[in-house]
């Protein structure tokens, strides 16, 4: 039997990523469990790259005659998904999301990228009308009522590489914030895939923080922040600077031509303990007219990149826009709430990050070694439905 499937994913996710003890131990809390963990995390994983984004609609396939081509051993109902990721150890699969990346890594998955990068950027994600949990941050109505809940995360993910892979995310409750919260992931990002794993981190404006620039100082890791009002000292000598002296640099982008001023030696806002701080205004002209325009800061010196490696790392940043949260929420059921609980919640959007990178890898890296060429992740899920239906066999050649 020929073509994707999805014990051939299982097999894949077992034996090339080098999962195969996350998935038969992926930390179960649970005293005396009935049902398997093995088969509790694969339907868990399995079902995201399915598009399947609700447990009452997992346990609906795992009762249907497709349940054994899924690679799932029994039967299970929603509640028993509810109880079992109230009380799987999140940091478990956070190794296997960075082993995974590694292992991708060791199989050359980035070869052809001059550096990886890491993006943090945070969202907010299932919202509710039920009684709130201790990571609810209350949603207020123009009125100023509270009309709902929301839960906040960070997530970050390894861009720049041609290949957008989710590593991590940690969510923050209310007194907490997106910044600290960036703090604790990207220190353990660093931790988890090693020191030398990434060139560089790229931010968004609500980073560019000292206590955050500090930490990525910390770890040895050089940043790239996007320039936003909310630095207004840094801001207007930026202004000042380069509104009217011409581009230093002038590029071809695709169909875009972009003018990019660069500078290393602003003085650092009152509380940032760098030396000078190095800033990067590009202005994207658009064949339609559009014109974009950005400053981003960074302390990468400019001897180590030029003005055109900073540009496209500036660039990278979207990735974790458009395939990280517009994937996951539109496509992998993301934003769906599927039980209110926090470490519940947790281990869904991880478990999330995992379907997408094992089906990335599979698809992009794996798949794309066979003689068809690349799949879209759409027509991935199609074919994989189909099989699911065909047990006895479909050749996709
Ligand atoms: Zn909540």
Redesign the pocket.
């Known amino acids: 039997m020929k073509g994707p499937s999805a014990q051939g994913m299982q097999n894949y996710a077992s034996h090339c990523l080098g999962l195969k003890s996350y998935l038969n131990n992926p930390g179960d809390g649970r005293r005396q469990p009935e049902i398997p963990a093995r088969d509790l995390v694969w339907a868990l994983l399995i079902s995201r790259i399915l598009r399947v984004s609700s447990f009452h609609h997992l346990e609906w396939l795992v009762h249907s005659p497709a349940r054994p081509a899924l690679g799932v051993g029994r039967t299970f109902g929603d509640d028993a998904l509810a109880y079992f990721t109230e009380r799987l150890d999140p940091d478990v699969t956070r190794q296997a999301l960075a082993a995974a990346l590694q292992q991708a890594k060791r199989n050359k998955a980035f070869e052809n990228s001059p550096r990886i990068g890491l993006a943090l950027d945070g969202t907010g994600a ?1 919202y ?1 009308h ?1 009684s ?5 941050h209350p949603v207020q109505d123009s009125q100023g009522a509270v009309c709902g ?1 929301l ?1 906040h995360l960070v997530m970050i993910t390894v861009v720049g590489t041609g290949l957008t892979l989710p590593l991590d995310v940690e969510p923050y409750g209310p007194g907490d914030s997106e910044y600290a919260a960036g703090q604790r992931l990207l220190g353990r990002a660093v931790a988890q895939l090693g020191p030398r794993f990434a060139d560089y981190v790229v931010v968004d404006g609500a980073f560019a923080t000292a206590p955050f620039l500090h930490e990525a100082d910390r770890l040895g890791i050089p940043v790239v922040a996007r320039l936003k009002d909310n630095l207004p000292e840094l801001h207007r000598a930026v202004e000042a600077r380069f509104a009217n002296r011409p581009p230093d640099l002038v590029i071809q982008d695709g169909k875009d031509r972009v003018e990019i001023w660069d500078a290393d030696d602003f003085d650092p806002w009152e509380t940032l303990q760098w030396p000078s701080v190095r800033v990067l205004r590009y202005r994207q002209h658009k064949p339609n007219g559009q014109v974009y325009e950005a400053d981003w800061l960074t302390n990468f010196p400019q001897r180590k990149l030029n003005s055109l490696g900073l540009y496209r790392i500036a660039k990278s940043r979207w990735e974790i826009e458009n395939q990280g949260f517009n994937d996951g929420k539109n496509r992998y059921g993301m934003e769906h709430l599927c039980h ?1 609980e ?1 470490n519940s ?1 947790v281990l869904n959007w991880l478990l999330i990050l995992l379907a997408l990178v094992i089906e990335r890898l599979y698809r992009l890296r794996y798949l794309h070694r066979g003689e068809h060429g690349v799949r879209t992740a759409m027509e991935l899920k199609s074919f994989l439905w189909i099989r699911l239906w065909l047990p006895g066999g479909l050749d996709s050649s």
């Open positions: 299932g509710t039920k709130p949990c201790s990571l609810c809940h839960h209110h926090p919640m």
